[in-house]
């Protein structure tokens, strides 16, 4: 736990331009790895082996092996019902697996509850989106922040305890929501925002917590191509300051942009693995995938 | 009719023990429902729990008063906790199942002859609330007079030459209490649900997997609020069970807690002074509504054809239920609610 501690503020507190550096290290490391499914990365945070996940007889995810390197974007694609969403759910204890194991930043994940997974560093987002409809969006960021004092009960009657703590988490907030475009919105109910501004305040909300790695669940579903290319940069920039992402996609052309790294499932495992261009080349992939997605466009 | 009779007698209840009993435990429902969204259909078992814990500890054990009343907070925990532990972690619907039917077996258990020999059966208890009152301040012979406030053989009025107020050397005490304990839990309120803590529980009521994402641990913020609107529960039922200086297993029907779910829809649920308002709003129109059926059948002023005495009451619940719905139907934030709030489409 202590190692996991700092790490976190490691990366929460470097300055941005050492992160663009771990950046490139981390894509030249990536430069030498085989485009093979369950592929070893030389420095992974996510190291997933056997991870399994039946509902009844159906199969819905069956991995044997999947690293994930550290300071990259790594994008999850594969055709609908692949696994991708189920696998998310499980890696971040929103679901429990039949059998596996995984490995976070060092921490065994498998048995972790799905807040302790968000404590540890690792944090999602939704493929439809969960801003807490009646409430401000300041309010949908304050309570994101960990470790309040206010937020035990004991402490909640004696406001001087936590005044001072919520000032300094505000002030984080109000950074953020500028950051995120959203700062003019920060008295309005999140319901009252579009569906891309939800996307961007969920996002931002999970920076609150100063992760580690952030997982994205189909970040681009439902937002109008005028804020995708805005919500692309931001993905970026989470790894420009030494984040980890993770991501689940539909659209190739996003992948492209913006991945290092691209895993590719279907019926419940990994097929294959590689840097974008690898993956367009490969037939597998374009089998399975893309040939589904004609299949489904067909019907 | 006697009109200055109706309005006299529907105020002095409208602040009153019993409008007390009402506002306690939807201040209790109001921190599980309106601002955790915990679908508690079980309150009046937690009132039972504190009455009966009183009543069976004073009575049947010959304990002290106020280890009785800790004996009835501990039963409203483990209440809380026995309810809590299997549901909390599932969707919020099976808590409502849950605690309407454990809500009946409490009842069912007070009632049942099996150990009638303690708890009275349906008969209930009495002879618990001497302790009690012997604290009271207020003199039982006192005559007094002072301007519009009089005191006569320990009974108060205070008349104010429209409507008069009139309450019993007991009523005193009890209101003095309650309205103590309402103050109490009202203020400790503000500050839970304005502080970080009360914003998680909204956060729960919005959407509980966002708010596990976020790293809270959901479970635990719900048990906390499941306990406290519990605890709050059992000490409406101090009052009820000291304010008829008895307590009696059917009066803690489902029926019960409806009433506090009426009385915190009316005044405006995630409201601090919604359960309050709704509270006195509530049982003086349930008075208003009695003593002036009362008097119109009283004074022929309604044909014994149409209305019997014995149908008024009935009849004032059917009024009070009508008037529910267009509550709903026209004004569904209750009269503190916020009209913006609720007019969102959260889906």
Redesign the interface.
Known sequence: MSDSETEQTAAGTEPVLDGREQHRAAVAALLNVAPEPGVAKPDPILTATGVRRAFGGLVAVDVERLEVQRGTITALIGPNGAGKTTFFNLL???DQPSRGAWEFNGRSGARL????V??AGM????QLT??????TVL?NM???A?N??????W???M?WL?QGQ?AAVKRKALELLERFQLLSKKDD?A??LSGGQRKLLEMA??L??DPLMVMLDEPMAGVNPALKQSLLEHIKGLREEGMTVLFVEHDMDMVHEIADWVAVMAAGSLITEGTPEQISADTRVIDAYLGAHHDAAQH | MDWHFVFSQALTQAIGPTMLVYALGAIGLNLQFGYTGLLNFGQAAFAAAGAYGLALGVVAFDLPFWLSILIGLGAAMVLALLLGIPTLRLRADYLAIVTIAAAEIVRRLARSTVWAEWTGGSDGMRGFSETFFELSPFPKDATWSLGFVSMENGRLTVDLWLVDFQYSNRDLWIMTVGWILVAIFLVILRLLVHSPWGRILRGIREDEEALRSLGKNVFAYKMQALVIGGLIGAVAGFVFALSRANVQPDTFTTDLTFYFYVVLILGGAARLFGPLLGAAIFWFLYNLLSQTLNQAVRADLIPDAMLSTTQIGPLVFFLLGLGMVLLLIYRPQGILGNKRELMLDVR
Do not use: C, H, N
């Open positions: 971040t204890g929103f509850r799905s807040y302790q968000a404590r944090v999602r987002t939704f969960k801003a807490l409809s009646r409430m309010d304050l309570i994101a960990p309040q004092i206010g937020e035990r009960l402490a909640g009657l406001p936590w919520e109910y319901a009252e909300r999970a609150m917590l």
